[in-house]
């Protein structure tokens, strides 16, 4: 049973415009979630984080929105540049499940020039 | 020296090889990680340790067995894989504190193995 799901499994934005990026998760218990940037041959790096009390954090270019009732958060990127084109994990813990991190499979973003 | 690194950065091995992965990281975490990632699919954990003693072991094959000697390093240890295990393995450190592992994770840049 999957407890994070990325859906979509690439998306390509054209520079510029903003990038969403999707992400649902079944634990009700996950109470802080993260975003991961992945470029090729490297690892993941952190990106930006949400904890369950908000349902918004903004650093720069870079909003994650989370929805509670829905399990349902969201990366948004505006404005898109090609150096974004990576892909991106959404990751969730649970603090009293001892806050390992449960990934979803990743969506590859492309951003065109 | 970066946060996290890990050697071999590539590895092709046979069936009946034996190898190592090896991960150190920089960071005076307390928590290290062994995750697998398969074309398209979610990171797995596989193994964590937390001030070196192994916590979880997520129904791993016994051909991996991890080992972590201190808090800074970290071993993956391959013996008679399968071509199935051919994937990118991924160490990660965190801090844990009060028993619960820091969600913040560092991660290295991944050992791409190959399996033939």
């Known amino acids: 049973d999957q407890q994070v799901k990325q859906n979509s499994p690439s998306l390509s934005v054209q520079e510029g415009r903003i990038s969403i990026l999707n992400c649902d998760y079944t634990n009700s218990m996950f109470d802080y979630f993260l975003w991961y940037k992945k470029y090729p041959a490297e690892g993941p790096t952190f990106l930006i984080s949400?904890?369950?009390?908000?349902d918004k954090n903004e650093d720069g270019r870079f909003t994650v929105f989370l929805n509670k009732s829905a399990k349902h958060l969201s990366l948004h990127i505006v404005p898109s540049q090609p150096g974004d084109s990576a892909v991106y994990f959404c990751?969730?813990?649970?603090?009293?499940?001892?806050?390992?991190?449960?990934f979803g499979q990743g969506t590859e973003l492309s951003v065109k020039p | 020296e970066t946060g996290v690194t890990q050697t071999p950065r590539h590895l092709v091995m046979g069936m009946t090889n034996k190898k190592s992965l090896k991960c150190e990281q920089h960071?005076?975490?307390?928590?290290m990680y062994w995750y697998k990632q398969s074309a398209k699919k979610p990171l797995e954990l596989m193994f964590v340790?937390?001030?070196?003693?192994?916590?979880e072991n997520n129904s791993v094959p016994s051909r991996f067995s991890p080992e972590c000697p201190n808090s800074s390093h970290l071993f993956l240890h391959l013996h008679t894989l399968q071509p199935e295990d051919s994937a990118l393995y991924l160490c990660?450190?965190?801090?844990?504190?009060?028993?619960?592992?820091?969600?913040?994770?560092?991660f290295g840049q991944g050992t791409r193995l190959t399996v033939v």
């Open positions: 949400i904890s369950s009390i908000k």
């Open positions: 960071l005076g975490h307390n928590a």
């Open positions: 990660a450190s965190s801090q844990e504190a009060g028993g619960v592992l820091n969600t913040e994770a560092f």
């Open positions: 990751a969730a813990s649970a603090h009293n499940q001892g806050g390992k991190l449960i």
């Open positions: 340790y937390s001030l070196e003693e192994r916590v």
